[in-house]
């Protein structure tokens, strides 16, 4: 099976290439073109190093049909290749946000739709399996009963690249497609947000973010997701670059009990000498290695796991409506932002 991975703009893309050169039964294509051919860290030298085909240019990739493209380019570029990817019949893994307007994110979903091909979004937390058993228990509705209310946070590294949308755009869709998935596609009547961008220095990329949001049902959301970065040592040994908190991490609150998720639980801490700093060690499994292995299962299939073009739809205007409260300091209908 032909597996191609188009780009290497996003800091996950090599990752993803080493993990899918190691799969049984994949063929995988490396297409970097807008790439600076002398950064190690960019697909021609990636290529080179697992000795895989190189694409010089998106028409040469295509011309090899691919049955199954990772999109891993600059937030403005995925819709031309996700659009390209579809009209030469090949499923769609994009990662998130999957577009910078919901304009080019419904004409993705449309373009896929029409093609006969699936889009998934690249949320390896939905591919859990610890993830699905808590989103198959709170649909049964026992013993939680009716869920009420679900906080959320995620604190990821600084990437330092204003078009990865900040801490908002992009830590949030993680946390939203979690809830997304949760309550089945319902719609967001309301959201409020606060920003601030103390780490990255740039009015325009958020560093932190706190967003409330209110569903149709009555569920409530609030949602912390920021970037730890070069912070100050606090009490309890943390050192500058160490995160006070990881996760994905959730909590579901029911009418009679709750329920707790963190997809990088907290198992092993020391006291590293050579650093004088605590280290800590993550559990879980690789959930990257879980969300390409279930993607790649899947092409052909017409079926398979994650949140599909239309979730990224909804969380892409949650976010948008997020940006409205932040500049108007109210309350958004996502509907209407």
Known sequence: MKVAVLSFAHERAA?????????????LIIADPDGS?????????????????????WDEVFALRPEAVLVTSEVARRRELVERAAAAGAQVLCVQPMAATETDAQAM???C??????????????FSPAFTAVRDGLAEGEPLGRLTTIHGSYNSPATGKPEDGGALGANAAVLLDMV?????????????????SVLSGDPGVESAALVS?????????????????????????????????GGPAMTFIGERASVEFNARPRLLGVFDAATGSER?????????????????????????????????????????AAHASVRTGQPVDPASA
């Open 15 to 27: 990752t993803y290439a080493r993990l899918l050169h190691g799969m049984p039964g994949v063929d």
């Open 37 to 57: 051919p002398g950064d190690p860290a960019r697909g021609r030298a990636v290529a080179a190093d697992l000795d895989v085909s190189y694409a010089g240019s």
């Open 109 to 111: 979903v449309r373009a």
């Open 113 to 126: 739709e029409d093609a006969g091909v699936r889009l998934i979004l690249a949320s390896p937390v939905c």
């Open 180 to 196: 997304d998935a949760v309550l089945g596609g319902e719609p967001a009547e309301q959201v409020y947000a606060q920003t601030n």
């Open 213 to 245: 949001v209110r569903y149709a049902s009555g569920t409530v959301l609030s949602i912390d997701c920021s970037w730890w970065g070069p912070l100050p040592a606090v009490a309890g040994g943390l050192s500058a670059n160490q995160p006070a908190a």
């Open 280 to 320: 800590w060690e993550a559990g879980g499994g690789d959930l990257d290695a879980v969300m390409l292995g279930a993607f790649v299962a899947a092409v052909g299939t017409g079926q398979g796991a994650g949140p599909d073009g239309a979730a990224g739809v909804r969380t892409l205007r949650i976010i948008r």
